[in-house]
């Protein structure tokens, strides 16, 4: 009676529950008990022919059947009576859905998963787009001729970065490992091609935001969320700094903040990983103090007030239950005002970048006092970004000057 899915519990015999348990987690699946090994072997049976039938029709799925369907509230609650009734779907979303259910991924990096897959799945490949191809036709050639080139070039703003490519290839290669594991491929094809950092011949270009249509967003944002916004564009905090801010970092005497923490997806607290915690900031750089305007430290003082003069450790900007705002809330709000009255295309980031631009033109020349109150962990870094609005700055101030020594 020996088989490596059934297996007595001998724990469960001695009090005289069902012992024989039957393991269809290599599956997909969960734990289930029967009272006898003939039981759970005609349950076990009967699975394996079922999974037979699935491996046997998954040769003919494109990879858009192998993702599945992304849930919504009546297929979720389809996914748990599966997950209930040991009858698990042989699709990569049902497969992560079932990890987070149990705890693995966030909820929102579930989310993120939507976005990114439309995206690749849509990337044309000789005629097909990649959801219609099935997996074992997809070859090393298509992933370095046509998914990854076009995942480089095909960003909202022009071209993505290496790090938002890495992440979208990360996921197109989770998918065929799951695929492989199906049956539906031999190997990963994505794993074999060549994937590099490109080698950046000039400056990132970035837009340069006018204050008027920063003060005209400022008119049209929601009460809520104004003063995170001022707060943005006044000090340049990236967004994960400024959602860990707490009073305690507000310095009210010296009119500046104290930059030590930053918003994290996973933090270690006691040896144990923690979701949606607060970790070290970015860089060593990072670690920076920021003058803060006055109208905003104003604003600041009056928040401070209305909330009772808090705790030092309650968050600046945190929730009214003293937590932390969620990393998409302010990014969403801005973006639904900016589309109302423009056909821009902004993120959070961009706050920052205004600020940068605001500093090199009251700076000029002193690149170090910039890149130091940006905390970039390299000079290069600030040269490379904003090297192209310096140089506009340099021939601006030439041409003023040019110009004043004319004789009209």
């Given at each position: ?254 009119s500046e903040v104290n930059v030590r923490r930053s918003a994290k997806l996973k933090v270690v607290v006691n040896g144990e990983v923690e979701q949606h915690g607060v970790g070290q900031v970015k860089t060593t750089t990072s670690n920076r103090i920021v003058p803060i305007p006055a109208n905003i430290l104003k604003d600041l003082k009056e928040l401070y007030i209305k909330q009772g003069r808090p705790a030092g450790t309650n968050f600046v900007f945190g929730t009214k239950y003293n937590t932390m705002v969620g990393r998409t809330y302010w990014r969403e709000q801005l973006q639904k005002v900016v589309k109302s009255i423009s056909e821009k295309h902004m993120r959070w980031h961009d706050l920052r970048h205004y600020y940068a631009s605001k500093m090199l033109e009251y700076f000029g020349d002193d690149i170090w006092t910039v890149s130091n109150l940006m ?34």
């Open positions: 009676m020996n088989n490596k899915y059934i297996k007595q519990d001998k724990q469960k015999l001695r009090i005289n529950q069902s012992s024989w348990r039957l393991d269809l987690r290599s599956f997909g699946g969960g734990t289930k008990f029967y009272a006898t090994f003939g039981q759970a072997k005609k349950e076990l049976d009967g699975f394996l022919k079922l999974e037979k039938q699935k491996v046997e029709d998954s040769d003919n799925w494109t990879i858009k059947d192998l993702l599945g369907e992304f849930p919504d509230q009546d297929t979720k609650y389809e996914w748990d009576q599966r997950l209930k009734n040991n009858d698990p779907l042989r699709t990569f979303y049902f497969r992560e859905y079932k990890n987070m259910k149990g705890g693995k991924p966030l909820p929102d990096y579930f989310d993120k998963y939507k976005f990114q897959f439309d995206t690749m799945l849509a990337i044309n490949v000789g005629g097909k787009t990649v959801g219609e191809l099935r997996p074992r036709d997809l070859t090393v050639e298509h992933c370095e001729t046509y998914i990854l080139p076009t995942l480089f070039n095909s960003g909202k703003k022009g071209k993505r970065s290496y790090k938002t490519v890495k992440e979208m290839r990360s996921c197109l290669n989770k998918l065929l490992a799951f695929g492989k594991s199906r049956n539906c491929l031999a190997q990963n094809p994505m794993l074999d091609a060549e994937f590099k950092k490109p080698v950046l011949t000039d400056p990132i270009k970035i837009e340069k935001l006018s204050t008027d249509f920063i003060h005209e967003i400022d008119n049209h944002l929601p009460k809520s969320i104004r003063l995170a916004y001022r707060f943005a564009c006044g000090t340049g905090l990236r967004s994960g700094e400024q959602r860990a801010l707490t009073w305690e970092d507000i310095n009210f005497e010296m905390g970039h962990s390299d000079i290069k870094i600030t040269q490379n970004v904003y090297g192209h609005w310096m140089q506009d700055l340099a021939r601006k101030q030439k041409l003023q000057q040019q110009i004043a020594n004319i004789n009209f």
